[in-house]
Nanobody, 128 residues
Framework: QVRLVESGGGLVQAGDSLRLSCVVS????????LAWFRQAPGKERAFVAS?????????????LNGDSLEGRFTISRDNDKEAVSLQANDLKPEDTAIYYC????????????????WGQGTQVTVSS
């Protein structure tokens, strides 16, 4: 059974940083592409970032106002720890959301439905 467990969320102030982590078990971690999505209250789930199984390529989504999340968010993987991380800097109130870790053997795109495995999420709240 594949299990993804997120951690690292919390309540922070605008401008602060957080590092989210997701530990994966039940699958050969190095074979998995991984991604982070988020869902803000009353909004659709949105793609944040992904990393290929090799770690050679990363992809980033966009905020609601059209700004690329690359630069403020950085996705990385540690195959030894079997974990994927999301470093989030200069957080803004609009980053408030539940952040979900997802995984798939091959897919590393921006469509939630294409991923086979997902975690329960971790809440990030950014106060102004």
């Amino acid at each position: 059974q594949v299990r993804l467990v997120e951690s690292g969320g919390g309540l922070v102030q605008a401008g602060d940083s957080l590092r989210l982590s997701c530990v994966v078990s039940g699958y050969t971690f190095s074979d998995l592409a991984l991604a982070w999505f988020r869902q803000a209250p009353g909004k659709e789930r949105a793609f944040v970032a992904s990393i290929t199984w090799s770690g050679r390529k990363t992809y980033y989504g966009y905020s609601l106002n059209g700004d690329s999340l690359e630069g403020r968010f950085t996705i990385s993987r540690d195959n030894d720890k079997e974990a994927v991380s999301l470093q989030a800097n200069d957080l803004k109130p609009e980053d408030t959301a539940i952040y979900y870790c997802v995984a798939d053997r091959w897919y590393s795109g921006d469509q939630w439905s294409e991923y086979d495995y997902w975690g329960q999420g971790t809440q990030v709240t950014v106060s102004s």
